[in-house]
């Protein structure tokens, strides 16, 4: 079972780039693996949440792991932003492995100003689009119960994304997998509206069906054990533009140790450290990697919700990474409608700025920089955090 995980981060002195120090516990369950496999996985997971953390990017989790994993002293040196990797200790209780892991993390190459900015993201309940497979378990619920998970790894494991439980409610998602970007962009609107959120999430289970049986009919006295496949979508859109900005499928497989007649709780700790279910588990974690290195780098944006004369109040606050003194940038926003009668978001960049000088939790006041008032801004305009870099600052001094 992989638990919430406590990082520490000792910050080592360089001449040239600053690297970091990550003391790192991964975990892994042992059902449906052998000690080795258990191993491996562990390790993978503790790697996967110090690159999180930190916020480098290696292309393969998969690669790292397998280099560390074929010395006997389980050491790496420079692979990509991981310079060095050592074992600490690692141990097995019960139907759980551990590891624990020392990673010297390079984070300055390559990392963008906008990372230190967070962006909401609202999870949907995702949307399990062949019930009739769930019989086997009678898991009709797994649509929620992953999405309840998925929240959970996003949540305690990602330091961009904040995400936003809005798992309530089941929702029909399939026209917004199509290719003919014809979908309707008010269901995004009001998800991301109700969640004072950026982003929308959409997923849909497209597969949980049991494939081959993995114990031999001549093997009378086991339980039978079969394969079961696990495939989900997942599709990000941007509130602000209706824009999809990250799309991914996902596919895995595990033991399903249950008898089929066996009537399953997919919300249950018994379900969640099975090997099927762990399978699951190492999916998430790798979304949890992939989105939040598809939306670090993007600017965090916000809309207008009050305006009186030349101050603002805007939706973003202390939970995006606003400060007071912040400055802002205003964009026009206005909606094109297509000969298809579709509806595209477009914005447009304005001279003003606004600087911030009152900071709540989820929003924030802000008042004209400029000594000509405010012209033309409306109510639901969007606000962008402008990100200066050090030398931007001299310039300005």
Not at 12 to 36: F, L
Not at 362 to 372: F, K
Request: aromatic share 8%.
């Amino acid at each position: 079972m992989i638990k919430a995980i406590t990082l520490l981060a000792l910050i080592c002195i360089s001449t040239a780039v600053k690297a970091e120090w990550y003391e790192v516990v991964g975990y892994a369950s042992t059902q449906g693996r052998d000690v080795a496999q258990a191993r491996q996985a562990a390790v993978k997971d503790a790697i996967t949440q110090a690159l999180i953390f930190s916020g480098a990017t290696v292309s393969s989790v998969q690669s790292v792991a397998d280099g560390i994993l074929s010395q006997d002293e389980l050491k790496i040196q420079s692979h990509g932003e991981i310079q060095q990797v050592n074992l600490v200790s690692e141990s097995k209780e019960q139907d759980q492995y551990s590891v624990t892991l020392h990673l010297d993390i390079y984070t300055t190459q390559g990392k963008c100003l906008e990372q230190q900015f967070n962006k909401q993201i609202a999870i949907t309940q995702s949307q399990l689009t062949q019930p009739h497979q769930a019989r086997m378990g009678q898991i009709f619920d797994i649509a929620k119960s992953t999405s309840q998970r998925l929240f959970n790894t996003l949540n305690e494991r990602t330091n961009t994304i904040k995400p936003i439980p809005y798992l309530n409610i089941s929702i029909n998602v399939t026209e917004y997998f199509s290719q003919q970007f014809n979908y309707n962009p008010l269901l995004i609107e009001t998800i991301a509206m109700n969640s004072n959120s950026q982003y929308v999430l959409l997923s849909q289970i497209t597969d949980i069906a049991d494939t081959d049986k993995l114990n031999s009919e001549y093997a009378f006295w086991q339980d039978d054990k079969y394969a079961r496949s696990f495939k989900i979508d997942f599709a990000l859109y941007d509130a602000l533009t209706y824009e999809r900005v990250w799309q991914q499928h996902y596919a895995t497989q595990g033991v399903w140790p249950f008898e089929k007649t066996k009537l399953i709780d997919v919300h249950s700790e018994k379900f969640w450290n099975s090997h099927y279910a762990q399978e699951i588990q190492e999916v998430f974690n790798k979304v949890s990697q992939d989105m939040n290195a598809a939306v670090s780098c993007i600017p965090t944006k916000g809309k207008i919700l009050y305006l009186d004369n030349d101050q603002v109040v805007i939706n973003l606050g202390k939970a995006h990474g606003l400060e007071t003194g912040k400055i802002l940038s205003i964009m026009h926003q206005s909606n094109i409608i297509t000969s298809k009668g579709s509806v595209i978001n477009s914005t447009m960049q304005t001279i003003e700025q606004v600087k911030i000088i009152n900071v709540n939790m989820q929003s924030a006041t802000a008042v004209n920089l400029n000594s000509r008032p405010l012209s033309n801004i409306q109510l639901n305009d969007i606000v962008q955090i402008k990100v200066k870099s050090a030398e931007s600052f001299l310039l300005d001094n």
